[in-house]
């Protein structure tokens, strides 16, 4: 439920942000570090599209956390490991920014992924197309956490049938008087 009120929370700022005339300061670049955090979520979100993880010490600090429904995983580390495991299962995923934004020490991106899974990350094997909420902190011009949101009927999309039964449902009837 927690997660499902922050999801919806960040996609009325995402509207909201849409919505604005004015600029965000990630579209007019004022801020030198927001434009800097900025940068830095373009050479991870490329990363993930590339599978090259060859800048990401640039721009990733070595104690980041990613936030994950399966807990912390933490490490800078670890996130390389990520990225390449995405990229040898995914390998025609494509990211789309919908919108972006920063705010202070966070870069807020609504993305588009598409692209063919193989199956073994617990998507089911085939094409996929869905959308997500990806917030990042940043300190220093380095990322140092990570959450991600997705609409529940994108993540339902990406769970893996359920297994089938040949044991008909179980009922009870109501006893007679």
Partial sequence: MKQLLSMMAMLALCC???????????ESNDNPEQKKNLDANHVIASSFESGDV??????????????????????RDSLKAMIKSVRETNKDMKMETVKEATDGDYVFGWYRYKGTSDGSMGMP???YDFEAIEVSR????????H???MQPKDMMKMMPAPATSNNPPMVT?????
């Fill in 125 to 127: 094997a085939g094409p």
């Fill in 147 to 149: 959450w991600s949101f």
């Fill in 173 to 177: 009837k109501p006893k007679e008087k």
């Fill in 138 to 145: 940043y300190k220093d011009g380095k990322a140092v956490e």
């Fill in 54 to 75: 060859s800048k990401i010490d640039s721009v990733v600090a070595d104690d980041f956390i990613d936030h994950t429904d399966r807990g912390d995983v933490k490490g």
């Fill in 16 to 26: 909201c942000i849409s919505c604005n005339d004015q600029k965000t300061a990630s």
